[in-house]
């Protein structure tokens, strides 16, 4: 079993399930008690000034840039997130290669999250293609 250790908490994927990292995320997230907790809201793609772009990619990008500034106010980072939830509309291989690829980048050298990726229909805005909700925990 495969154990990558971070500050807070530990991530795992045990050797009995196929290695889930170069997908981008982990199996298993092991937090210690008396954490803090933070739970950042489902974010989508738009900008600060409710603007959407019609590229994935450009909204997979601003997604995360929206949760940074989201964990910055608590005083958290990406390395800090425990689970994401990813809703993404009309779900297919390509978005799911550019979702993995933003998300290889930003966790570059720290043990990514658990995830689950959800495709779905619609999300609430006209538009809007993919939604991340986080869960992070700090000291």
């Known amino acids: 079993m495969k154990q990558i250790k971070t500050v807070t ?3 795992i994927n045990p050797s ?3 290695d889930p990292r170069c997908n981008g995320y982990s199996h298993v997230v ?3 008690p ?3 907790s933070i739970h950042i809201a489902g974010q989508g793609g738009e900008n600060k000034s409710g ?4 590229d994935f990619d ?3 990008q601003q997604v995360f840039y929206n949760i940074q500034h989201a964990l910055a106010s608590a005083q958290a980072q990406l390395s800090d997130i425990a689970v994401l939830r990813i809703l993404v509309v009309e779900h297919n291989a390509e978005k799911h ?4 690829q933003v998300m290889q980048d930003l966790w570059n050298k720290h043990a990514f999250p658990a995830c689950t990726l959800i495709p779905v229909p619609r999300l609430a805005l ?3 293609q993919i939604e991340v909700e986080a869960t992070a925990y700090t000291v």
């Open 9 to 11: 908490f530990k991530m």
């Open 16 to 18: 009995e399930l196929y």
């Open 30 to 32: 092991i937090v210690p």
């Open 34 to 36: 008396n954490m803090r």
């Open 51 to 54: 603007a959407l772009s019609e």
């Open 58 to 60: 450009q909204q997979v």
């Open 97 to 100: 290669q550019i979702l993995i």
């Open 126 to 128: 006209t538009g809007m």
